[in-house]
């Protein structure tokens, strides 16, 4: 819901406007209306309207005295006799002038106008949330070969293999590592979305899935590339079958 607050001097233009904004937007609310400077900064530093319309010539002075007292970045549509003044309302977070008796067609001009700014601004800021939050899934594996140390990206991991108290990371290639690391703690690092822990034994990314064939109890054996060493076997365990299911119908 946007919340409203209209700067007028005039209490018949003023509802004369909210009566306007109305009909195009039922759903809207109506927080305040003042008629002076000194009112409007002093319900600006105790709410925050999401839109102001505002007027230029208002009881106690010109409205611009407003952004000198009171810093603030409220889009603001302002409805004036006065032509004179639109360059210096588009200096202060003006995003339409609308010249009284505003009529009702440009007044939706401007809201339409708000709005799809509102609709840039949060996807911009969704956009820039999502490049600065942290991933928090791990995006590389650290192993060694000999004397030299590589890293390997998730992507190229197609399982992990626990065999006794040792952990073996297996990349789509076949290749084969040892990691220091414990199965539980994989599964706290791994992106659910291509990672599940089939058993005691297994992670397997959804990639490196072949197929999957019919198994005892309603089980599912699932055959992987690269195959895992012999003699063991990637099969679902009667636990995790149901969210095994859900996950590979994702």
Not at 61 to 73: A, L, N, V
Not at 176 to 197: A, G, M, Q
């Amino acid at each position: 819901m946007t919340r409203v607050l209209i700067i007028e001097d005039e209490q018949m233009a003023a509802e004369s406007l909210w009566e306007e904004i109305r009909k195009l937007r039922p759903e809207w609310e109506l927080i305040s209306v003042q008629e002076s400077v000194q009112g409007s900064i002093k319900v600006l530093r105790n709410t925050t309207p999401d839109l102001i319309f505002m007027d230029v010539h208002l009881s106690d002075g010109i409205s611009f005295e407003i952004f000198k007292q009171h810093e603030f970045s409220i889009p603001i549509i302002f409805t004036t006799a006065y032509d004179e003044y639109a360059i210096d309302a588009f200096r202060h977070n003006s995003i339409h002038y609308l010249l009284k008796p505003v009529d009702p067609l440009y007044l939706k001009e401007a809201i339409d106008k708000y709005e799809a700014s509102e609709i840039s601004v949060s996807k911009a800021f969704e956009k820039i949330s999502k490049m600065i939050e942290p991933d928090p899934f791990q995006k590389r594996f650290s192993v060694q070969i000999r004397d030299k140390i590589h890293s390997i990206p998730v992507e190229d991991v197609a399982f992990f293999l626990g065999e006794d108290k040792y952990v073996y990371l297996f990349t789509a290639e076949g290749k084969k590592f040892l990691i220091d690391t414990t199965l539980r703690d994989l599964e706290k690092k791994l992106d659910p979305k291509l990672f599940f822990r089939i058993n005691r034994k297994f992670i397997v990314s959804f990639g490196s899935i072949r197929e999957m064939i019919a198994y005892s109890k309603s089980r599912v054996k699932v055959m992987l590339t690269p195959e895992p060493p012999n003699p063991v076997d990637a099969v679902v365990s009667v636990e995790r079958s149901p969210d095994f299911k859900k996950w590979i119908n994702r």
